[in-house]
T-cell receptor, first 113, second 115 residues
Framework: GNSVTQMEGPVTLSEEAFLTINCTYT??????LFWYVQYPGEGLQLLLK?????DKGSNKGFEATYRKETTSFHLEKGSVQVSDSAVYFC????????????FGTGTRLQVTL | DTGVSQDPRHKITKRGQNVTFRCDPI?????LYWYRQTLGQGPEFLTY????????KSRLLSDRFSAERPKGSFSTLEIQRTEQGDSAMYLC?????????????FGPGTRLTVL
């Protein structure tokens, strides 16, 4: 079945540092890939997505590229801010008619001044 | 539209009691999903509806769990004879039916604590 593996957290960075959160997946065919973010006390929000190989999703300075050869979708940001502190979830949705999302375990990011 | 809403936000119950949660999706969304999230884990799919039809159920959804969406709008998730292992955050999401790439919008969740 489908599965998503994320790097374990927490990840603690100083403001303006470079961020990478690794995500790899297992799926048949060509899934769609997502990053969701959960800010403290709030619901899950879609951060970015990519629907086919080599697509790059981007939003709010975050980027992730769909790499089919390495089955990866790593999240990056060049300069993090304190306001980026949150839990980040990598997820996939299988091809075809499947609608459900399969999530990774989440990575907590804490950014300090 | 204020997004997906869930009620209650928190529920504390004693083992063996029944509980019911409600989800109101975004009004024009015809797909509705339920997920469960335990501490330190990502959300796990439970079930989903297209309009009033329940199209898929996870093996996580035991016989004690039932979900309905009677008029294709709001949905309820009932847990009978709750167990301590049912303690979790129950998330609802909704999306439009326009091909396979539609964003799922999540509600704030209902946190269930079973004592």
């Amino acid at each position: 079945g489908n599965s998503v593996t994320q790097m374990e957290g927490p990840v603690t960075l100083s403001e303006e540092a470079f961020l990478t959160i690794n995500c790899t997946y297992t799926a048949t065919g060509y899934p769609s890939l997502f990053w969701y973010v959960q800010y403290p006390g709030e619901g899950l929000q879609l951060l970015l997505k990519a629907t086919k190989a080599d697509d790059k999703g981007s939003n709010k300075g975050f980027e992730a590229t769909y790499r089919k050869e390495t089955t990866s979708f790593h999240l990056e940001k060049g300069s993090v801010q304190v306001s980026d502190s949150a839990v980040y979830f990598c997820a996939l949705r299988g091809p075809g008619t499947a609608s459900k999302l399969t999530f990774g375990t989440g990575t907590r990011l804490q950014v300090t001044l | 539209d204020t997004g997906v809403s869930q009620d209650p936000r928190h529920k504390i119950t004693k083992r063996g009691q029944n509980v019911t949660f409600r989800c109101d999706p975004i009004s024009e969304h015809n797909r509705l999903y339920w997920y469960r999230q335990t501490l330190g884990q990502g959300p796990e799919f439970l079930t989903y509806f297209q309009n009033e039809a329940q199209l898929e159920k996870s093996r996580l959804l035991s016989d004690r769990f039932s979900a309905e969406r009677p008029k294709g709008s709001f949905s309820t998730l009932e847990i009978q004879r709750t167990e301590q292992g049912d303690s979790a955050m129950y998330l609802c999401a909704s999306s439009q039916d326009r091909g396979p790439y539609n964003e799922q919008f999540f509600g704030p969740g209902t946190r269930l604590t079973v004592l």
